[in-house]
């Protein structure tokens, strides 16, 4: 698939870290033109830095929250003002918080809503024509919680599967447009992300962060916790030319974690 992306536009949100950055990455070596989109100036910088170093042409850094309609307007403004076009668009902003239920406040649930949900339904409205224009691909990143969900991490188990239903629903749409779309589930993934939920989880237990790890591990049976070099070389695969009869699906990257058979 070398070169491959040469010469179109990938857009990613939540681009300036963990999995986010490593799709990025990943569509940089095969030529594409990443936009990496974040509420951090200066995690931006370090991820444009590193999507850089992986080939292909500069990244275009766009802050802002997008947990706010403006910011998602404004971050189509500036892909449209400078590029006229959007090949793929990969949401995968979110940071949905874990923890017990009868202790979260309802601003988690707003919050988490916000950022996931609500931003990649505007992004996917906004910029739906150029997709449409460039036979293009979304991608969902959204996680395994939305199939199999727990009791620590509510707000994200709805989230998960609030999101997963939206992108399902786009697939009738899809087909008549030329554009595929997809889920992506990741499993537990070594981010800092992944960090920050099992310091959640493990307050939520009342035992240490590593304690939770090794339980996790356990008793999913899995090899390892997955890297974010996992899901970027999935999302390339799915959004390349080998992939295009692959669409309105969800698929897990999760070592085997999933429960059930699906």
Same mark, same amino acid.
């Given at each position: 698939?070398?070169?491959?992306?040469?010469?179109?536009?990938?857009?990613?949100?939540?681009?300036?870290?963990?999995?986010?950055?490593?799709?990025? &990455?990943?569509?940089?070596?095969?030529?594409? /033109?990443?936009?990496?989109?974040? %509420?951090? *100036?200066? +995690?931006?910088?370090? !991820?444009?830095? &590193?999507?850089?170093?992986? !080939?292909?042409?500069?990244?275009?850094?766009?802050?802002?929250?997008?947990?706010?309609? *403006?910011?998602?307007?404004?971050?189509?403004?500036?892909?449209?003002?400078?590029?006229?076009?959007?090949?793929?668009?990969?949401? +995968?902003?979110?940071?949905?918080? @874990?923890?017990?239920?009868?202790? $979260?406040?309802?601003?988690?649930?707003?919050?988490?809503?916000?950022?996931?949900?609500?931003?990649?339904?505007?992004?996917?409205?906004?910029?739906?024509? $150029?997709?449409?224009?460039?036979?293009?691909?979304?991608?969902?990143?959204? @996680?395994? &919680?939305?199939?199999?969900?727990?009791?620590?991490?509510?707000?994200?188990?709805?989230?998960?599967? %609030?999101?997963?239903?939206? &992108?399902?629903?786009?697939?009738?749409? !899809?087909?008549?447009?030329?554009?595929?779309?997809?889920?992506?589930?990741?499993? $537990?993934? *070594?981010?800092?992300?992944?960090?920050?939920?099992? *310091?959640?989880?493990?307050?939520?237990?009342?035992?240490?962060? /590593? $304690?939770?790890?090794?339980?996790?591990? %356990?008793?999913?049976?899995?090899?390892?916790?997955?890297?974010?070099?996992?899901?970027?070389?999935?999302?390339?695969?799915?959004?390349?030319?080998?992939?295009?009869?692959?669409? !309105?699906?969800?698929?897990?990257?999760?070592?085997?974690?999933?429960?059930?058979?699906?």
């Amino acid at each position: 698939m070398a070169g491959e992306f040469e010469g179109k536009v990938v857009v990613v949100t939540g681009g300036s870290r963990g999995i986010g950055r490593a799709i990025a &990455a990943a569509f940089a070596r095969e030529g594409a /033109q990443t936009v990496l989109a974040a %509420a951090s *100036e200066a +995690n931006l910088k370090e !991820g444009a830095k &590193a999507v850089a170093a992986a !080939g292909g042409p500069a990244p275009m850094t766009v802050a802002g929250d997008l947990r706010k309609l *403006e910011a998602c307007e404004a971050l189509f403004k500036q892909v449209n003002d400078k590029f006229k076009r959007c090949d793929v668009l990969v949401n +995968n902003a979110g940071a949905t918080k @874990g923890g017990k239920f009868l202790e $979260q406040p309802d601003a988690d649930w707003s919050d988490g809503f916000a950022l996931k949900f609500h931003a990649a339904v505007r992004l996917t409205r906004l910029f739906w024509p $150029q997709l449409k224009a460039a036979h293009g691909n979304m991608l969902m990143i959204v @996680g395994g &919680a939305a199939r199999t969900p727990g009791p620590n991490f509510l707000v994200g188990g709805a989230v998960n599967a %609030a999101v997963a239903n939206f &992108a399902k629903g786009l697939g009738t749409l !899809g087909n008549n447009d030329d554009v595929n779309v997809n889920v992506i589930h990741p499993g $537990q993934t *070594e981010t800092d992300r992944v960090v920050q939920l099992f *310091e959640q989880f493990a307050k939520a237990q009342n035992k240490t962060p /590593q $304690q939770v790890r090794e339980e996790s591990l %356990a008793k999913s049976g899995l090899r390892r916790i997955g890297k974010p070099e996992d899901i970027a070389e999935l999302a390339v695969f799915l959004t390349s030319a080998k992939g295009r009869h692959i669409h !309105g699906t969800a698929i897990a990257a999760d070592g085997g974690a999933t429960a059930g058979y699906y």
